[in-house]
Structures are given as C-alpha cells and as structure tokens.
C-alpha cells in the first residue's frame, strides 16, 4: 500500500526471534557434521572392501606359492626321472630282459606320479618346442638359423622349464629359430617380441 507520499514501501524481512535462529544455526551445523560423517563412513567402508580384497589376493598367493622352494628343489628330480627313461632306447628295451624293462617302467611310473603330485600344486612343465619365444618363461641360449619357422620360434628345448600357477618357476633353456618369415601382428600382439641376443635371460622368477 502507499504511503502519503504516494511511494510503495519496501519490503522489509521479519526479525526471528533469537531462539529460533540459534535452533536455525544449529541444525545447519548438524546436517554439515552429518553429511561430514557420511562421507567418511563411506571411505571408511570403501577402504575396509578394498583391504578385504587385497587380504583374500595375498592369501590366496601364499597358498599357491607356499611350496615354492620346496617345487624348485623337486623338479631336479623330475629332470633325473626323464633322463633316466630317456637313456635307455628302443634297442636296449628289446634285447634287455624283462629286469630292464620292468625298472624302466617303474621309473617312468615314478616320473608321472611325480608329476602328478606337482600339477596337483599348480606346477606345470614349460615345453614350448614351435610356440614363440617369450622371455618370461623361456631363456634364449642360442639361435638357430631355420628360414622354415617364423623368425622368433623356439625350434630346441635343452631343458624344459616349470612354471608355478602364472609364475616361472625355472625358465626352459631353449635355441630360437632366426631367418624365417616374421610373425603375424596378431602373433606379435599376442607374445612378446623375439631376443634381441642369445644370452637373454629370464627376470620374472617367484
């Protein structure tokens, strides 16, 4: 409504009363100190997920690789179980007797019950004769010239290896095949690049 002069009075805003405004501060401060909170219980959780996580990866690790030391030592059994059925040839096999025969088939027993209880552990052979060389489980100790393979292609394994789950247990001593055509970029995506020397040696051990 005007007034005498005809002008609109402005507006003006209603004191509150002390109480009221005080409660009005308090409340805000609350829902800030709320909000406050809940932020930090939600960090609190997301870090608690994350450890809990993290725990069940190590646990888990341990339990596949607890035998480790152990799985080294044991695979140089293995190595002498192989040799030993190896050294004895067809020829020898025929005209050795039934003695010969019955102990060779004893130790290749041995050698696959050995084996056996290592894949029973998650320790598996590395024989990679025609896969393509990959440094983190195979160790280049010459290259061959064979222009019949993709250059970069184990053509020799002088040792097999072992790996433990995804780890290398002992890297397969191997030749790899150098002149022939190069890989096939699905090939390269795939597996990493060939050696650039023959010494190459493997890093990536447990």
Known sequence: MA?????????????????????????????????????????????????????EREIADARTYAVTNFARDIVGAADNLTRAVAAVDAEARATGGESLISLVEGVELTERELMKALEKHGISRVDPVGEKF???????????????????????????????????????????????????PAEEAAQPDAPAESGHRVDKTV
């Not at 005809?6 to 800030?32: F, N, S």
């Not at 909000?35 to 994350?50: F, H, S, V």
């Not at 020799?156 to 247990?169: A, S, T, Y």
């Open 3 to 55: 007034d005498e002069t005809g002008q609109t009075p402005e507006p003006t805003t209603p004191e509150l009363d002390p109480v009221v405004d005080q409660g009005l501060q308090r409340i805000a401060a609350l829902e800030k100190e709320a909000g406050d909170l809940k932020d930090q219980l939600l960090r609190t959780l997301a870090d608690m997920e994350n450890l809990r996580r993290r725990t």
């Open 134 to 184: 990959d440094p983190n489980f195979h160790q280049a100790m010459f290259e061959v010239p064979d222009p019949s393979v993709p250059s970069g292609t184990v053509v020799q394994v002088m040792q097999v290896g072992f790996k433990i789950g995804e780890r290398v247990l002992r890297p397969a001593l191997v030749g790899v095949g150098r002149g022939g055509p190069k890989a096939t």
